[in-house]
């Protein structure tokens, strides 16, 4: 009994767990997640809002998720009928398991860049603008700011793209781009969620 119990718990040890698709065509799927340093899963409870948010706006959307990680936010608006989703992770491990979780969801709609966001976004975009964007950093890291306005610097974005942005709420208020409007902002615990919609200049 005690030696099948070790043995259980070194097949377990290369996954922390698993993220839940919570609405759409995918509701219920439990997708795996990597025990990786700095990930932090946007929760359920989190997300759930953030989707109301987004309702009217996530079917046909293009999407860029900055920070995936897991891809909870990425793999959400997938399952809501977007018409595409771009995931942007640097750590091997991470970059892997939202492959893998890509074919297990046999979707043909979605990519993943292993690479630095900020590397990728420093880049001018010369391809289709995206008009739901997902940022959503490791904490204290100061990331969240320099994503904003490369986002904005370099062409990423639609005319009415709609950006979503998730930072620890002691961070001190960012400096956006005066054509960004705030329509929307929640505290939740450590947390500061805030959608903004990018106005035509």
């Avoid at 718990?9 to 990597?34: M, Y």
């Avoid at 991470?94 to 993943?112: C, G, H, P, R």
């Avoid at 208020?173 to 409007?181: F, M």
Wanted: some cysteine; hydrophobic content about 40%.
């Amino acid at each position: 009994m005690r030696k099948k119990t070790t043995q259980n718990k070194a097949t377990n040890k290369p996954s922390d767990g698993f993220i839940r698709v919570i609405s759409g065509q995918f509701r219920g799927r439990k997708l795996p997640v990597k025990n990786v340093e700095g990930l932090r899963p946007t929760t359920d409870r989190i997300k759930e809002t953030v989707f109301n948010w987004l309702m009217q706006d996530t079917r046909d959307a293009n999407v860029l998720d900055c920070f995936a990680g897991s891809g909870g936010l990425g793999f959400e608006a997938l399952s809501r009928l977007a018409k595409s989703a771009t995931f942007i992770e640097l750590d091997s491990l991470a970059a892997k398991q939202l492959e893998q979780n890509i074919s297990t969801l046999k979707l043909d709609n979605a990519y993943v860049k292993h690479t630095n966001s900020l590397s990728f976004l420093e880049q001018k975009n010369t391809n289709e603008a995206f008009n739901l964007v997902f940022v959503d950093p490791p904490f204290r890291k100061d990331l969240a700011q320099t994503t904003c306005n490369l986002l904005e610097k370099n062409q990423w974005l639609s005319n009415d793209a709609l950006i979503y942005v998730e930072v620890e709420a002691e961070l001190a208020a960012l400096e956006i781009s005066n054509n960004w409007l705030l329509i929307k902002e929640k505290k939740a615990g450590q947390v500061l969620c805030q959608l903004y919609q990018r106005q035509a200049n």
